[in-house]
């Protein structure tokens, strides 16, 4: 709470009372990912489907995090071929 009381403190102060009323639930979903976790939160009890959502955006982003190491190699590939000219 200190921390996002430097950023907003409204939403530090409501979520402090709420926590205090011990009203608050959260639900968390984790998938794992090639190269890491996506983590979730849910202020409400998630949609039966969320997992197999959860599933396909890991997919996706692993794919397209895959690709940008993949462009990444061939850029330096590339300035290595450039600079032995």
């Known amino acids: 709470m200190k921390w996002l009381g430097q950023y907003n403190k409204k939403t ?9 009323a011990n009203k608050y639930h ?3 979903r984790a998938v794992k ?4 976790i996506l983590i979730t939160d849910f202020s409400n009890s998630p949609p039966a489907e969320i ?4 599933l396909k955006i890991s997919a ?13 190699k061939a850029e330096a590939q590339a ?6 000219d």
Do not use: C, N, P, T
């Open 26 to 28: 959260g639900w968390h």
């Open 33 to 36: 990912l090639a190269r890491g």
């Open 51 to 54: 997992d197999s959502i959860l």
């Open 12 to 20: 530090a102060d409501d979520i402090s009372k709420l926590l205090k």
């Open 60 to 72: 996706a982003f692993d794919l397209a995090y895959q690709r940008f190491l993949d462009l990444q």
């Open 79 to 84: 300035k290595g071929v450039e600079s032995a």
